[in-house]
Every structure is written in structure tokens, then in C-alpha cells.
């Protein structure tokens, strides 16, 4: 089992920038990639950004955070950060920390952090 504790989530006016954090502990050698995802009412997560213990990473489909949102990690600590810098409205919602067990791609979630971005 892994275990996922997010923070740093919060209320920003638009242009404002967050930085949220993601502790992991448990069987944590079992986990390679860890990553962002975030979700709004009514519809599915999806995926922000993604990060492997060698560092590279997946920003996903969302146009629309690439160049402002920076996924970074501290093996050492076992955390993962993401960095939001010029935040949108549309940026307002739920982000889980996820983390991917490498023999059978289990996923594991954290309780997820509110972002709220207001005009």
C-alpha cells in the first residue's frame, strides 16, 4: 500500500501562482512515476503532469498548463511538487496526487486538495 498526503491548495486571484505538494509513504519502492491530476464536478480527472524517479516528465493533453505548471520531485523526501504559476479561473478544482505501482500499474490516490482561482 501507498500512502499520498497533498497540500498547499488554497483560494488565488487569477494570475497568482500555487505550490502544491504531495508526501508519499508506504511501500514506496514500488512506485516509479508519481503525478498530478485534478477534476471539476461532473466531469472525469484528468491528467496535469507526470514525473518518473529519473525525472521525466509527462505534461498529458492540457494545452493549456504547458509553460505555466512545472512538475518537480525529491526522491529523497519522497514528494512531489507542482508549481502553478499564472493561474486561470478554469484552473479552479479538486488536484490528487497519484502514484503508479510498477508490476501492475495499480494506481494510488491521495484525498485531493482544493485550488480555487478567482477573477
Known amino acids: 500500500q501507498v500512502y499520498l498526503v497533498e497540500s498547499g491548495g488554497g483560494l488565488v486571484q487569477a494570475g497568482g501562482s500555487l505550490r502544491l505538494s504531495c508526501a508519499a509513504s508506504?511501500?514506496?519502492?514500488?512506485?516509479?512515476?508519481m503525478g498530478w491530476y485534478r477534476q471539476t464536478p461532473g466531469k472525469e480527472r484528468e491528467l496535469v503532469a507526470t514525473i518518473t524517479r529519473s525525472g521525466d516528465t509527462n505534461y498529458g493533453d492540457l494545452d493549456s498548463v504547458k509553460g505555466r505548471f512545472i512538475i518537480s520531485r525529491d526522491n529523497a523526501r519522497e514528494m512531489v511538487f507542482l508549481q502553478m504559476n499564472s493561474l486561470k479561473p478554469e484552473d479552479t478544482a479538486v488536484y490528487y496526487c497519484n502514484a503508479r505501482r510498477i508490476w501492475d500499474s495499480a494506481d494510488f490516490w491521495g484525498q485531493g486538495t482544493q485550488v480555487t482561482v478567482s477573477s
Open positions: 508506504g511501500a514506496i519502492i514500488s512506485i516509479n512515476r
